[in-house]
Each structure stands twice: as C-alpha cells, then as structure tokens.
C-alpha cells in the first residue's frame, strides 16, 4: 500500500531563510507525486508534480523538488522564504498512471517570520 | 473560467440532520473525489467517481452518500449515521482516472451545533 510520512508538522523559518519540508513516500510501483499548499479556508493548489521526467522538478513561487528513489523522498525546497509562503504544505502520491486516488501526508505547517 | 465549484462554503446543521454538498466542475474531467480534512490528519479519501452513474468508497465512507448522475455533478450527502461530521470537505477532479494531477475546489466548511 502506498503511504506518506511528512516529517514534522510545523517549521518555521525567518524571511529570506531557506526552506525545507520533508517528505518520504513508500510505493511499490512507480510513483506519480505531488506537492500542494493550502492557505486558510482554501481548496489545495498545486506547486509541483513529478511524473516519471526529470527528477528535479521546478514549480511554482520558486519552489522545487528532488525525487531520490534510493532514500524514497521528495523534500520541497526554496532558497530565500517570503512572508507569503506562510501556509500548510500536502505532499501526496499516486500509483504511475493507475486510475487511483491521490494519498495525501497529514501536512506541514510553514510559519515565517520577519 | 474552468474550475470546480463547491457549495456552501459554511454550513451548520443540526444533529441528525442529513445535509448535501454540492460539488460542479465545467473541466470536462472525467474523476472525480470527495476529501475530507481534519485538523493535523491531512486529507482523507470519502468517495470517487472515474465515469459517470459509477462510484467507489474510499477510506472513511461509513456515514456518507454520493452519485454521479452527471459528468459535472458530484454530490456529497453527510448522513445522521456519520458520528463526527465537523469538518472541511474538499471536492477534487482529475481529467482523467489515469492523470496524475489533482484540481481542488475551494472547500465547505460543515459545523454540527
């Protein structure tokens, strides 16, 4: 069964400080995953995909991400933090082009501080 | 603009009362999801839909009702047997079942009084 484990449920970082948010991921199959971020009271919006192409893989508001098969992990990252990046981040993984749902981590908060 | 629509955005209910939410899309997407979020437990998988008048239980169905009479329709009723209904519901859609990404709406916000 596929899972995600988000390490640590809350970061907090100072304004142009780098961020990092964890995540490990455990399939048996090759894996689609997928980071999103969520402000407060707001649907999910997508920051970045891997699908198989490139395993580091650029997204949105300068945020980017490794895929490292061999430590099962897909950590999201961003040089300099800014006041907006404030929210909670989903990482989540689905089954390579299988018609299943995506499972979802239980979300890291980011707080920044100026 | 193409995107998903949910509604209310709140909702407050009483207990023992069953309540709809309404999810549309006009993506032309053929899947489509029901998730529900808990504070400091991520989401959870209630219900899908890969083609229209079909639908599977996810995870945490017990309590929860859907159909899927149209490809741009997703209703989700919360019943009277779902014991703790408090929560933030989110409806998603993929173009396909076989697409990876997923689109979210902007979430009902269901409070039992």
């Known amino acids: 069964a596929q899972s995600v484990t988000q390490l640590g449920s809350h970061v907090s970082v100072s304004e142009g400080a780098l961020v990092l948010l964890r995540c490990n991921y455990s399939?048996?199959?090759?894996?689609?995953l997928f980071w999103y971020v969520q402000y407060p009271n707001q649907g999910l919006q997508l920051l970045l995909k891997y699908t198989s192409a490139a395993t580091l893989v650029k997204g949105i508001n300068g945020f980017e991400a490794e895929f490292k098969k061999s430590e099962t992990s897909f950590h999201l990252t961003k040089p300099s933090a800014h006041m907006s990046d404030a929210a909670e981040y989903f990482c989540?993984?689905?089954?390579?082009?299988?018609?299943?749902?995506?499972?979802f981590g239980k979300g890291t908060t980011l707080s920044v501080s100026s | 603009d193409g995107g998903i629509t949910q509604s209310p955005k709140y909702l407050f209910r009483k207990e023992g009362q069953n309540v709809t939410l309404s999810c549309e899309q006009n993506?032309?997407?053929?899947?489509m999801y029901w998730y529900r979020q808990d504070p400091g437990q991520g989401l959870r998988l209630i219900y899908y839909s890969q083609i229209v008048n079909d639908f599977q239980k996810g995870d945490i169905a017990e309590g929860y009702s859907v159909s899927r009479e149209k490809k741009e329709s997703f209703p989700l009723t919360v019943t009277s047997a779902q014991k703790n209904p408090t929560a933030f519901y989110l409806c998603?859609?993929?173009?396909?079942?076989?697409?990876?990404?997923?689109?979210f709406g902007e979430g009902s916000r269901l409070t039992v009084l």
């Open positions: 993506l032309n997407h053929d899947a």
């Open positions: 998603a859609s993929k173009a396909t079942p076989a697409s990876g990404e997923l689109f």
């Open positions: 399939s048996s199959v090759p894996p689609y």
């Open positions: 989540a993984v689905s089954e390579y082009q299988a018609g299943t749902a995506l499972i």
